[in-house]
């Protein structure tokens, strides 16, 4: 079965890294829904968000294959480890003309987005949320029309247990 | 304090120190610094290639005879570009080599300077890992990095691009010991628990068979996959990759298992209750239709790379570690336990009886017609001329596959074919990397005519090192094994399978300075082998065989391997 799995990659911060990753999915026909990457407090390791889909074989494969890189320090399959907050940022650019212009703040506020950039005919809108929340605000915005848009990508992180 | 050495200094001591004794080579601008050392060095010695394809191929065949790494030392740009098949054939057969690549001035890179590739970009696929230098002071540390990555766990091909500015710039040299690296641990030893699983799927089997694979060659466990098959009295069947893995004329071998394998080993295969695969990979080849590869198995599967396991076909019992210690692991068991052979051999009575029956009503076999040259009765003949004693490389088609079924292969390292990527071209330059490493033993490269041309420029190179290789072509004037497909499965329509123009490969020896032999008869075939095996030269033997003879037993591409098309 066909499921959505979020993994975790600390690589090697090496020129190189990123490009290997990317292109064994490629080579390999993985599929990469999206993808996150930024150094870690260790400057020498950067840490990869990592989104793909695919049927259990499929998933224990990418796993397996990303450890077989020499330069890949650690992959978790964050989905199969129970417990994670999962966020997303998006950067929505809407027409707020006239007579819209109330309702996108109404929209905002509902959804505690923070209007960034404001222009006469424009908002531009930051939300961040799991991805359902971002989906949702893109498909309400979308009728008052949305001009651009730019996605982060997932980052992912383990809850920790709520009793000692 | 130490001395400050060049870079193109500390990439010869490097090479010392890994204990390299042979690099195969094509010098160019961006690697002038280091031919400059290495004319200082005669510790060292270089093998002008022709071509750096040829290199590559030969620096793998140094591996696979030797178990040692193979290198090679190109310039940049269309020297590195050349590589490139070289390096993914050892790359699909887990080949330990070192490719050194010349590549321009850091500050030009990025500039479409004049001979510029990016080579660690194109590699990044076809290698197990590469390198780019770009500070000297990381020099020293990279090579031992990169040797150190060819060589263990699963092994590999890795390429160390080296910039000209690096090769000149001056550091202290600092030589690494041991290497640790925080993202590469290989797992050797194996899983306990996971071993005592895979004996318990033994003492219940009836049908069991061993698979071995190139793995078993590449850790050395020739000697526990012969202990576990002695003691326990199973049929052992090989991969292309396996072959000498087991002794092909043990009673227990089944020979090759496949697409072009035995009737037997496929038949066994399919029938088996359990399976323990070493070393193997379930590549296309071997399992046919994968849905209907071994239904009834249980799968053992022993290798050193996770990745190769359940990739294929699902397992029962995974065992990741190297091959010689997982058996060595699963013998200990079955001495602890202490099952007589006997009981063993009670066990699986029966299905020694219908391996039998199916070895019987389907021997390896081929039919001779009286007029034409067998290629099968050629590699026979040579076997026994041999007594199985050389390293035998191979080309890529029915020459490969006509020595696979019939050159018996006791030894591991005896046989180097390129497997996973069916290079073409590979198995003289191989062979040239053989004999090199290899002085005195017998060398031989079977080959067709059309592969044959593909590295055929190698000939000055065995001729600049006298190297008594002998090349035995079996010329049926066809791209053999692609005719044999458009015989089968396309009406026999031979689209571009036919040279119009095929050199006299007589004249070609001769004009090398080699020797030129030929027969187009098949009583004339044991004299033409017997004096080129006589001849302390490099030989080439032209033997004019049946034109449309095929490869048989034969498992249609993308079809259960019980459906085989028999002689």
New interface residues.
Partial sequence: MERKHTLSVL??NT??AL??IV??FS?RGFNIDSLCVAETLDPTLSHLTLVTHGDD?II??II??L??L????KVVDVTEEGEFVEREMALIKVRAEKETRAEVLRMCDIFRCKVVDVSPRTYTVEVTGPESKIEAVIELLKPLGIKELVRTGLIAMKREKKSA | MATKMTGAQIIVEALKREGVDIVFGYPGGAVIDIYDELYRTPEIKHVLVRHEQGATHAADGLARSTGKVGVCLVTSGPGATNTVTGIATAYMDSIPIVVLTGQVPTKLIGNDAFQEVDI??IT??CT???F?VKRVEDLAWTLKAAFH?ARTGRPGPVLVDLPKDIQQAKTEFQWPEEIK????NPVYEPHKRQVEKAYRLLEASTRPVILVGGGVIASGAHEEVRELAELLHIPVTMTLMGLGGFPGTHEYSLGMLGMHGTYYANMAVANSDLIIAVGARFDDRVTGKVDAFAPMAKIVHIDI???SI??NVRVDVPIVGDCKRALAKLLEIIKEVGRPSKLWKEQFKEWWEQIDIWKRRYPLTYKQDGEHIKPQFVIEKLYELTKGDAIVCTEVGQNQMWTAQFYKFDKPRTLLSSGGLGTMGYGFPAAIGAQMANPDKLVIDIAGDGSIQMNIQEMATAMDQRLPIKVIILNNGYLGMVRQWQELFYDRRYSAVQFSTIPDFVKLAEAYGAVGLRATKPDEVEGVLKKALETNNLVLVDIHIAPEEGVFPMVPAGRATTEMILV
């Fill in positions: 690589v090697e020129p190189g490009a290997r292109g064994l080579g074989m224990e494969q397996k294959q450890r077989r020499i330069d890949v320090y | 660690t970009g990044r696929p197990k890992h590469n780019l990555i690296l925080r993202s590469y790379d996770p990745t359940q990739k």
